[in-house]
């Protein structure tokens, strides 16, 4: 019996019925095997994150693509069989914006929609904003040479 070759730090297993069993290391690599439609979804879910958050770092996390932000995820996405997913990496997210995501599927930590109906700018922005919300104040940090010497 073979093995599956577990994942490696930064790698997203592509869990899509053409890319069953592949890896892939950034977010480019994760969109380059997708189907047509699937891709052109996530690559505009993609921009439309980058417009939020133009200084989110892309990351693979958990498996999947995502994008952090002073060392905290604050969004991913996946292509699914069933069309694609947005995760805002909390439980409480989804629960807060509730009232926009009228005519999408959701689980506590995922909004599932069809690669045929990619989720609004506007969606984005807010799940984004409502996210963000939940993220404690980045902490400054001293430098040595302005820390005070008694």
Same mark, same amino acid.
């Given at each position: ?32 095997? %997708? ?6 979804? %996530?690559?505009?879910?993609?921009? +439309? ?5 133009? !200084? ?6 958990? /498996?999947?693509? !995502?994008?952090?932000?002073? /060392?905290?995820?604050?969004?991913? @996405?996946?292509?699914? +069989? ?7 990496? +909390? /439980?409480?997210? %989804?629960? !807060? &914006?509730?009232?926009?995501?009228? /005519? @999408? ?5 995922? %909004?599932? @929609? ?9 969606? &984005? ?15 400054? &940090?001293?430098?040595? +040479? ?5």
């Amino acid at each position: 019996m073979q093995r599956r070759r577990s994942l490696t730090r930064g790698e997203a297993r592509i869990t899509t019925s053409r890319a069953s069993s592949r890896t892939a290391a950034s977010i480019d690599a994760y969109l380059g095997v %997708l189907d047509d439609e699937r891709r052109a979804t %996530l690559s505009k879910l993609r921009r +439309s994150i980058r417009a939020v958050v133009p !200084a989110a770092e892309e990351c693979i996390s958990y /498996g999947m693509p !995502a994008f952090r932000v002073d /060392g905290r995820v604050v969004a991913g @996405f996946q292509a699914t +069989s069933g069309g694609c997913s947005y995760y805002p990496f +909390s /439980g409480s997210t %989804l629960g !807060a &914006v509730g009232d926009a995501l009228e /005519g @999408f599927q959701r689980t506590k930590s995922a %909004l599932h @929609f069809p690669a045929h109906r990619p989720l609004p700018a506007a969606l &984005v922005r807010r799940l984004l904003r409502a996210r963000m919300a939940e993220l404690p104040p980045a902490r400054a &940090v001293r430098s040595r +040479s302005t820390r005070r010497r008694d």
